[in-house]
């Protein structure tokens, strides 16, 4: 059973149009996030969500909204979608305790033409 | 504010060769540090954590606080050990609005050559 699963796996659509990506986590873990990876590579976090609750909210547009209907979830909704979002979104979580790190899921690929 | 830098987008080395990986951070706080490895199109995975003193894949890494650094490093390199590695560190809980805060750095794109 993968611990973190995203889907879709690949995204292709077109500008204004509005697309969502969707995770689940099967770890019991309390926290999930959602971190964008640019085509430099750079990883930076978006959101986090501690028990369906918003705990951290980086300077994303305000398109972007994500959504936790219960800790195992956490979804990503793209309003108006723009060239510049393309990249791969990565959802992850992690356990009350972060020393152990981040699970992250396998990514999606993100590309509006 | 924490900030994780590695200095080297790419790093080239051959079979067998030394190699290590340089990360330095910046933070008031007491860090929890990590290595994370991502093979080619493949889903970020944890290498190995300070707080755990371990060694994977041959790979260790040692906090220096004095320096402020995390470098990566194994004594033998091996062609699959070619990827992408980033180092990232995580706020403790009482640094406040750095909870639940992993921050990457740019990334080193390693090569080993055979």
């Known amino acids: 059973d993968t611990a973190v699963s995203q889907t879709p796996k690949y995204l292709v659509t077109q500008m204004g149009n509005d697309k969502s990506i969707k995770c689940e986590q099967n770890l019991g873990h309390d926290t999930m996030y959602w971190y964008k990876q640019d085509s430099k590579k750079f990883l930076k976090i978006m959101f986090s969500y501690n028990n369906k609750e918003l705990i951290i909210n980086e300077t994303v547009p305000n398109r972007f909204s994500p959504k936790s209907p219960d800790k195992a979830h956490l979804n990503l909704h793209i309003n108006s979608l723009e060239l510049g979002d393309s990249a791969v979104y990565f959802c992850a979580s992690s356990g009350l305790r972060q020393t152990y790190g981040y699970t992250f899921g396998s990514g999606t690929r993100l590309t509006v033409v | 504010a924490q900030r994780v830098t590695q200095p080297e987008k790419l790093l080239s080395v051959f079979k067998g060769a030394p190699v290590e990986l340089k990360c330095n951070y910046s933070y008031s706080g007491s860090p929890e540090l990590f290595w994370y490895v991502q093979y080619s199109r493949q889903r970020l995975q944890l290498l190995l954590r300070?707080?755990s003193r371990e060694s994977i894949k041959g790979f260790t890494a040692d906090l220096n606080k004095g320096e402020t650094s995390f470098h990566l490093k194994k004594p033998f390199a091996q062609e699959e050990d070619s990827a992408m590695y980033y180092c990232a560190l995580s706020g403790s809980r009482a640094g406040g609005t750095s909870y639940g805060k992993l921050t990457f750095g740019q990334g080193t794109i390693l090569t080993v050559h055979p």
């Open positions: 300070h707080i």
